[in-house]
Nanobody, 121 residues
Framework: QVQLQESGPGLVKPSQTLSLTCAVTGVSIATANTYWSWIRQPPGKGPEWIGYISFVGRTYYNPSLKSRISISRDTSNNHFSLQMSSVTPEDTAVYRC?????????????WGQGTQVTVSS
C-alpha cells in the first residue's frame, strides 16, 4: 500500500518561496527505479509537471520552471519536498506529489490527494 500526502502552507505571498512536503508510506523513496514527482494544476488549466527527485537523489525539472525549483528528499523520514522561489499569482494551483516509475513523466501510478496553494498578498 503506497500512500503519498502533501503538506504545507496553503497561502504564500508574492515573491516568497512556496514550500511543500510529500510524506510517503508503504514504499521507500530510495526504492530502485522510482522518481518522486511534483505536478500542479492551475485553475482552469491542465496539469503541469514540475519535476522529480529520483531514487538516488538526482533531480530533473521542467525547463520552464527550473530556475525557481528545488526538489529535495529526506530518506530518514521518507519525505520529499518542493521549494519554488519568487512566486507570483500565476503559481496558484493544486499541487500534487506522485510516484513515477520511468523518470519520463509518463508512468505516474500513485498520487497524493493534492493541496491548494494560493499566491496572494
Amino acid at each position: 500500500q503506497v500512500q503519498l500526502q502533501e503538506s504545507g502552507p496553503g497561502l504564500v505571498k508574492p515573491s516568497q518561496t512556496l514550500s511543500l512536503t510529500c510524506a510517503v508510506t508503504g514504499v521507500s523513496i530510495a526504492t530502485a527505479n522510482t522518481y518522486w514527482s511534483w505536478i500542479r494544476q492551475p485553475p482552469g488549466k491542465g496539469p503541469e509537471w514540475i519535476g522529480y527527485i529520483s531514487f538516488v537523489g538526482r533531480t530533473y525539472y521542467n525547463p520552464s520552471l527550473k530556475s525557481r525549483i528545488s526538489i529535495s528528499r529526506d530518506t530518514s523520514n521518507n519525505h520529499f519536498s518542493l521549494q519554488m522561489s519568487s512566486v507570483t499569482p500565476e503559481d496558484t494551483a493544486v499541487y500534487r506529489c506522485a510516484r513515477d516509475l520511468s523518470g519520463t513523466q509518463f508512468e505516474l501510478d500513485d498520487w497524493g490527494q493534492g493541496t491548494q496553494v494560493t499566491v496572494s498578498s
